[in-house]
Structures are given as structure tokens and as C-alpha cells.
């Protein structure tokens, strides 16, 4: 039998306001000392009283127009009741039948196919607080709670469940992530848990117009773990299928150590919300003036920066995708395009080379060392000083890969780096060798003369090598190689 699967994506992304959703306290609990970042609204104390956050309620808009959502006039906030230590208040305030936006796409490629997915909803909520567990303390078992966290705004970006492989669940994650990274609403962290998703995921035969029965993954900290524990559920629901059993509707978690998801509650015990609205909050009105005010803010997103990077760089296709993936490189693209001196080649050729070097040599020791983007210590102007001594003749590719290296290990800029290491074309024996071809092709006499037996012809050469190198020759490299290149002659003929 054949299967089909089907998946649709729930995110959580945390919110980079200031404040927290419903009061003053500031929303940077991941820095601050436990249990600082806390007052009465946020513990849940009785007779508190909560206040939106404008700001985070325009983030949600602004992400749900950048989705392509719908943003209705009127929505509202409602109770999600359930019972949990790092829950403050016994319940959450969420949005239930009205959020802020709805009926969104994105469009994914994969393999250079391109589709939409549903965007269901966009909706704000509060995060909770946050658990830490101390087990194995010796006569002291204990939990501690850190209650910084609780009241961060969440936003919650629901899928349809129009995705039909892992693969289209990654490119929606990453192409969402880099859409939330444009925006600037999110750090966007996934292993800080700024960007968390649960997978939905059911398979059917193939032809079939009912779903399957589904199972929701959670627990998932990288793009990685979500690809893997999707690939790993498709396979475990297809077995069970096969020996003749049925898939229970359950949320399964994926523990990364063992590379399996593991049932963590079933439908039978399921949480029964109680959804109702809240009755401390009015219901929000949203003007349309407002709407129009945000969509007219909305940053260029990767999508139309790739076309701009074509059109307005003469990029390839290819390097545009990957320079604009992320805002960051992106940036650090046109920042380093932008410092191009007057006596740089004309623009296309030369952003090119900026591109070259960005998605080769420097991606190549990000991916190696495990920076990112943001934290390479060698900068736009770095970059751009390198390529600099490289059209100058300073240096040689060769070299300046080298430099490249120190300068991403040791910050220091490429100029400083050719001076104190005395670097330059001199010690790059292929560079010289050039030198020496032309200086020999050019001055045949002077060849002649040595084969003659006459040796001195050869330090005339070398004054030519120097010549050609402006000077930049180590004198005792460029005599090295005349005296082999002469005798090598001498050999032929
Ligand atoms: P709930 O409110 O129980 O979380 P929703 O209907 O809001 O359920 O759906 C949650 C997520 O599950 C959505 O992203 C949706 O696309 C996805 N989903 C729903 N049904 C299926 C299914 N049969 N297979 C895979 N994903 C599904
Ligand atoms: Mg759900
Ligand atoms: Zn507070």
C-alpha cells in the first residue's frame, strides 16, 4: 500500500517587545536573574488586572499581512483553562474564535517546485512560566519555578495541513523563520525557544479524500529534529498501519538522543479548555487606518530582495536565493557592496565577488566553526578592505584566503594582517611564476644569452620580474625561480 502523508505546523514564536503581553514588567527574562522580572499581573495574583500590549498586537498584525491574512475589525481575547505548576494564574489568555488574522499563505520550494501553504490563523497569547527540575538532589527532590518568562508574548502561527513531506515541512519552517527574521518581531532563536513548533502529522493511502487519524510532535529545538522526528513518525505510522493496527490520536514527544518520538498523552486525557472570553480584557476593535499604516511599514521581505538582488547586482538566481534566505547575510551583503571604493571594477562583476566570497570561503568557515552570520568577526569592511588589496595586486587569491582565515579567527582587519605578517604577493611562489613566464617570453635575448653561458643575463630577469610585480617580488624567490625556469628551457631545447 501506498501512503500519502500530511502534515500542518503549529508556531510559537516569542514576541520582541519591550514589556511583557499584560503588564509593565520587562519582557527580557532570558538574561535577568530568576523571579526579577516579576508583579502582580504576571504572578496572577487575585484582584490584578491585565493591559494589551499595542506593540505586540501590532507584530501579530504585521506578520499576519506579511502571510497574506486577512485582518478582521474586531477580535477578541479568551481563557485557556488547564491546570499546571508553571501556569500562574490556572489559565492562559489566548484567542480562541477571533484572532488577529486568518487566512494567510507562504509560499515553499522544494527541488524548485514551487506551492502555497495555508495559513489558518496568526494569533496572540501569553507564554508561560518556566520549570526547572532537580531529580537526582540527594534527599531533596525538588522543582523550582523561575516566573520571569510568564507573560511573554506568544504569537501562534497555525498551518492547513497542506504539506506532504518532511521536506515541505522544513522549507515552510525556514521560509517562516526568515520571514519573522525580516520582519525584526522575533530574535527567532530556536534553540533559545523564541521559534517553537509542533508537527502535526497523519498519513492516508494515496487517492484517499479522508484524512488520517493524527499524531502532534513536540519538543523539537532545530529545523533538524523537526525533519528527523517528522521522517522517523511517517515511518512509525506507516508500520503500525501495515501490521494491521490503527494510529491513536496522541501528542508524542521526540527525544533526540534516541532519534524516536515517544507517546506523552492520549486523546482520552486530552485537556477539555473551558474556552471562554476574558472578561478582564475589552475586545480589541482594529481600525483599518492602523492596518493600512502597518502594511505600508512592512520591510522588504527575502522574496522581493532576491528579484531587487538580480536586477539591481546582475546576481545569479542561485547566489540571491541563498544571499537573502537570511536578513542577515543579506545585509551583510549590501553593507559590503556599499563600501566598494571608486577604483573598484564596475558594480556587477564586483558584487559578484562579494557573493562569491560570502557563500564560498566565508560560509565555508562559518559552517566549519559554527558561527552565524551575525557573530563573524570579520566585517563588511573587512571584506571589503580584502577584496580591495586584492584588486590592488597586494595580494593573490591564494593569499587572501589565507588572510581571510587569520581574519575570521582573530578579528583583526586584512590590512593590519598583510602588514605585521608580510604578506603579500612576494611569498606567493605561483603569483612570481607568472612573473617569470612573461619576463622570459619577453625578453628573449636575455634568455638566449644565459643558454649561452652567459649566468648574469639572469639577474637582468629578475629586474624584469620585479618590474612586472611592481616591486613585490621576494628578490631571492623571483631568482630561484628564473635560474629553474632558464634551466628548464635549457632542458626543452
Ligand atoms: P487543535 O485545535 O486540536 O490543535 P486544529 O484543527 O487547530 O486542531 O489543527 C492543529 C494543526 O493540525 C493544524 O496545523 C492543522 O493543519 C493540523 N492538522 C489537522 N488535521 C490534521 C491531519 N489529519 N493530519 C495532519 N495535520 C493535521
Ligand atoms: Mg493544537
Ligand atoms: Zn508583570
Avoid at 534527599?139 to 506532504?164: C, F, Q, T, Y
Avoid at 547575510?329 to 558594480?347: C, I
Avoid at 605578517?421 to 603569483?431: A, M
Amino acid at each position: 500500500m501506498n501512503y500519502e502523508t500530511v502534515i500542518g505546523l503549529e508556531v510559537h514564536v516569542q514576541l520582541q517587545t519591550r514589556s511583557k503581553m499584560f503588564c509593565g514588567c520587562p519582557a527580557d527574562y532570558q538574561t535577568a536573574p530568576p523571579n526579577s522580572r516579576v508583579c502582580p499581573v504576571c504572578l496572577g495574583l487575585p484582584g490584578s488586572l491585565p493591559v494589551v500590549n499595542r506593540r505586540a498586537v501590532e507584530y501579530t498584525i504585521m506578520t499576519g499581512l506579511a502571510l497574506g491574512c486577512r485582518i478582521p475589525g474586531y477580535s477578541k481575547f479568551d481563557r485557556k483553562n488547564y491546570p499546571y505548576p508553571d501556569l500562574m494564574k490556572g489559565y492562559q489568555i489566548s484567542q480562541f474564535d477571533l484572532p488577529l488574522a486568518e487566512d494567510g499563505s507562504l509560499q515553499i520550494e522544494v527541488d524548485g517546485v514551487s506551492k502555497p501553504v495555508g495559513v489558518m490563523r496568526v494569533h496572540l497569547e501569553e507564554d508561560a512560566a518556566k520549570l526547572l527540575h532537580f531529580p537526582e538532589e540527594p534527599g531533596d527532590p525538588h522543582s523550582l519555578v523561575d516566573v520571569n518568562r510568564a507573560g511573554s508574548p506568544l504569537m501562534e502561527i497555525v498551518s492547513e495541513p497542506d504539506m506532504r513531506s518532511p521536506d515541505e515541512a522544513r522549507a515552510y519552517l525556514t521560509t517562516l523563520h526568515s520571514i519573522i527574521q525580516y520582519l525584526g518581531v522575533s530574535a527567532g532563536n530556536m534553540q533559545d525557544g523564541n521559534f517553537r513548533c509542533d508537527a502535526n502529522v497523519s498519513i492516508r493511502p494515496v487517492g484517499s479524500e479522508e484524512f488520517g487519524t493524527r499524531t502532534e510532535i513536540k519538543n523539537m529545538n532545530s529545523f533538524r529534529s523537526v525533519y528527523q522526528a517528522l521522517n522517523h513518525e511517517v515511518e512509525r505510522q506507516r508500520r503500525v498501519l501495515e501490521d494491521g493496527g490503527s494510529i491513536t490520536q496522541e501528542t508524542r514527544g521526540w527525544v533526540e538522543e534516541r532519534g524516536v518520538t515517544v507517546s506523552q498523552r492520549s486523546k482520552e486525557h486530552a485537556h477539555d479548555y473551558r474556552y471562554f472570553p476574558e472578561p478582564d480584557l475589552p475586545p480589541l476593535a482594529i481600525d483599518p487606518v492602523w492596518v493600512e499604516e502597518i502594511r505600508e511599514k512592512l520591510p522588504e521581505l527575502a522574496g522581493q530582495r532576491k528579484w531587487r538582488f538580480i536586477e539591481q547586482y546582475g546576481l545569479p538566481p542561485y547566489d540571491a536565493d541563498l544571499l537573502t534566505g537570511s536578513r542577515s547575510m543579506a545585509d551583510y551583503f549590501e553593507e559590503t557592496v556599499a563600501l566598494r571604493s571608486e577604483a573598484a571594477p564596475p558594480l556587477d562583476g564586483y558584487a559578484k565577488n562579494v557573493s562569491n566570497w560570502i557563500l564560498g570561503d566565508l560560509s565555508r568557515l562559518m559552517n566549519l566553526e559554527g558561527v552565524a552570520i551575525g557573530d563573524v568577526r570579520v566585517l563588511p569592511k573587512h571584506l571589503s578592505e580584502l577584496l580591495e588589496l586584492v584588486d590592488s595586486g597586494t595580494l593573490s587569491g591564494t593569499m587572501a584566503k589565507t588572510v581571510l582565515e587569520e581574519a575570521f579567527a582573530t578579528g583583526q582587519a586584512p590590512g593590519k594582517i598583510v602588514e605585521e605578517k608580510g604578506y603579500s604577493q612576494i611569498s606567493d611562489s605561483s603569483v612570481v611564476d607568472e612573473a617569470v613566464v612573461q619576463a622570459l617570453a619577453e625578453n628573449p635575448k636575455a634568455v638566449a644569452d644565459y643558454l649561452g653561458g652567459k649566468e648574469t643575463a639572469s639577474k637582468y630577469l629578475v629586474g624584469q620580474v620585479m618590474k612586472i610585480t611592481r616591486g613585490q617580488a621576494k628578490p631571492d624567490l623571483a631568482l630561484e625561480l628564473v635560474v629553474t625556469a632558464l634551466e628548464a628551457a635549457r632542458g626543452g631545447g
